[in-house]
């Protein structure tokens, strides 16, 4: 793997802040003051102010977090401040799974007032596992007062091991954070932990605005039944009249909080008949496709995001056939537990404009769309399935597309996904996206970015965990059933072209265009390696990071044990239990508490005096280096 030299600069950076600031672990000799404020080893305790942001996580738990990014040098100072005693545990999650699984974890504490840090990685809903390939994480300080622990580190925004570490980027971060009521790791309970996301540095992807644009919200209005499983289909008149032409450039998700913990997912699908739709006017229990609506607009999952059309597209809203003229919503609910007298209230916004984009917009569902790939087997930890979407088919289009947006989709034993390009030569093109962790309860529309030619061919992929199953798993609309969908968002739009995949009659196996149109090529048409089944994050050495950027064909990693879907919430949050984190960007004021500094376990502060004067020469030039490096004076 070659690495970048802003990358080696923000590590020898770090390995000299640590021999600067600290001695090395066998020279701890309970020195109490140790470096606190970013960018610097004054030896002071912890200052909120010295960051340049903060943000609460949990105002009921009293979690916060400071930091500020160093984009010179490449490197983030963060402080942890919890209301606990116990150990602090704070991630990067999988950009596309969004879980604990496949999440780069610090588990830091102080324990008899010596403080410390570990640099852990998690493949499952199990005990974080010791990264092998380097402990990344430098701790500038540690404190503990009667009700609070207080972890100040620092760590290169580039992960230098592609393997057990993952990167901070610019824009929206997805991370985990949870804490413990004792210094022994273990498991945090159900209330003391959550995901969210945050911006450390750079812009954050804002919902777009238009100086015009009007917004139109389509909410369900239906009294649950007491069932496990429940579809609810209903049909919606969008003002194509009034306001068409127009196009479509955000839709974003409504969930009810009052149901929220009942709506497994949903789909939107684009109609145009109007005489067809006259009975689906009033909510109706019905899991199938409606004649007539079968252009699939938008989808969300547990945990989905909205659809932001890029600047050069939108979905046509006019008084057109192959334009939206009305809507079918269709909402999967998930009751297990059989709560009676719920109210959905859950559905759309639809935001457009009258300024007419370059291109119109679409979506094509690919994999097992008519869910007729056969059960999964129980007690396997990794089955496998592949579908195609033929070059046969694609070299039908009028012409290529770009694709802006991927969503996986499967149900609860849902393992991995992702999708393979590859030319009408079959020469590989690289990944559609790829979910090594995929939560279930995690879903989103991946942002992507390429082109697919006439002549091209897709595989999806899906992988499934059943080994919490002793019965055989069918493809199917329940949430105990599983599916294989791979939705891409693209432009400009193929009339009359929804569905390319498996299709639901053996003897004509592929579907191509509408959900009728059957062709008789094989599918999977040409079968990808199942090398690629392999995770390629979250193996242990070796190597570490040499090579590790394209690793695509590792051994099979003996996997931790996981806990059966049954007995999950003994020990990992349940899907039902995880809800939305609104951040919320004040904190608490201070409280006026006696500090008691304590001893970093990596490190003492007297070493880092006698270091001290030598080092930062060293430091200065490595600055002067990083700034040419930045503006590539130096090569």
């Known amino acids: 793997m070659m690495v970048s030299p802003s990358t080696i600069v923000a590590t020898l950076y770090l390995t000299l802040l640590a021999f600067c600031c600290f001695a090395p672990p066998s020279t701890t000799t309970g020195v109490e003051a140790v470096a606190a404020v970013p960018i610097s080893c004054n030896y002071t305790s912890f200052s909120s102010g010295a960051y340049e942001h903060n943000t609460t996580l949990s105002a009921s738990k009293g979690y916060n977090i400071y930091w500020t990014v160093d984009q010179l040098v490449g490197v983030i100072y963060l402080a942890l401040e919890v209301k606990t005693k116990g150990w602090i545990g704070f991630g990067i999650a999988d950009p596309n799974g969004r879980s604990m699984p496949g999440a780069d974890v610090v588990i830091a504490k102080v324990v008899n007032g010596v403080g410390s840090a570990e640099d852990r990685h998690t493949t499952g809903f199990t005990m974080p596992i010791m990264d092998s ?56 309970g159900n209330q003391n932990r959550a995901y969210t996301s945050i911006v450390f540095y750079g812009e954050d992807a804002a919902l777009p605005i238009e100086d015009d644009q009007k917004s139109i919200e389509l909410l369900m209005n239906v009294s649950l039944p007491t069932q496990m499983t429940t579809y609810i289909t209903m049909a919606f008149e969008l003002p194509y009249k009034t306001e068409g032409p127009a196009h479509i450039f955000l839709i974003e998700p409504i969930i009810d909080p009052g149901s929220a913990h009942l709506v497994h997912h ?91 984009r370059q291109y119109d917009a679409s979506m094509i569902i690919l994999g097992d769309s008519a869910l007729s790939a056969g059960p999964i087997p129980p007690g396997l930890s990794n089955y496998y399935k592949e579908f195609s979407c033929p070059s046969q088919c694609t070299a039908k289009w009028p012409h290529d597309i770009t694709v802006f947006g991927d969503w996986l989709h499967m149900h609860m034993i849902g393992n991995m996904g992702w999708g393979t390009r590859w030319d009408a030569n079959n020469t590989f093109l690289g990944y559609t996206t790829r979910a090594e962790y995929f939560a279930f309860d995690k879903q989103q529309i991946a942002d992507v970015n390429f082109k697919i030619k006439r002549g091209d061919r897709i595989n999806s992929h899906c992988v499934w965990d059943s080994r919490g199953r002793s019965e055989a798993t069918q493809m199917g609309e329940d949430s105990n059933e599983e599916m294989c969908f791979e939705v891409l968002f693209y432009y400009p ?71 059966n879907e049954d007995d999950i919430a003994s020990f990992a949050p349940s899907a039902a239990a995880v809800t939305p984190i609104i951040i919320d960007a004040t904190v608490d004021d201070e409280e006026e508490v006696t500090r008691v500094p304590a001893t970093v376990a990596a490190s003492s502060g007297a070493a880092g005096v006698a270091f001290g004067v030598g080092v930062w020469y060293l430091l200065a030039i490595m600055l002067a280096v990083a700034n040419a490096l930045s503006y590539g004076i130096v090569m």
């Not at 007062?145 to 971060?173: F, K, W, Y």
């Not at 149109?517 to 995770?535: E, F, I, S």
């Open 266 to 356: 949903f789909f939107a699908y684009a109609c145009s008949n109007r005489t067809l739709l006259e009975p689906w006017f009033t909510p109706t229990q019905y899991a199938g496709i409606v004649p007539g609506c079968d252009l699939l607009v938008y989808g969300w999952g547990l945990g989905g995001n909205a659809l932001i059309l890029p600047k050069e597209a939108g979905i046509p809203l006019k008084d057109s056939p192959d334009a939206v003229r009305f809507l079918m919503l269709q909402i999967h609910y998930n009751n297990p537990t059989l709560i009676s007298g719920v109210t959905d209230h859950s559905g759309v916004r639809i935001s457009y404009t009258k300024h007419l």
């Open 133 to 188: 390939c380097g402990q990344d994480w430098v701790i500038l300080n540690a404190e503990e007062t009667q009700d609070t622990t207080i972890i100040e580190l620092a760590r290169n925004l580039t992960a230098t091991d592609l393997i057990q570490d993952r990167s901070i980027p610019p824009g929206r971060v997805n991370i985990l954070w949870a804490f413990g009521t004792s210094d022994t790791l273990g498991y945090h």
């Open 493 to 563: 739009a193929i009339p009359k072209f929804n569905f390319c995949g498996l299709s639901y009659m053996p003897q004509v196996p592929t579907i191509c265009g509408s959900i009728r149109d059957l062709m008789p090529v094989a599918n999977p048409q040409r079968p990808d390696t199942l090398a690629n089944v392999n995770k390629t994050w979250g193996a242990p050495t070796p190597p570490c990071a040499t090579g590790a950027s394209s690793r695509n064909n590792i051994d099979e990693v003996e996997k931790v044990e996981i806990i």
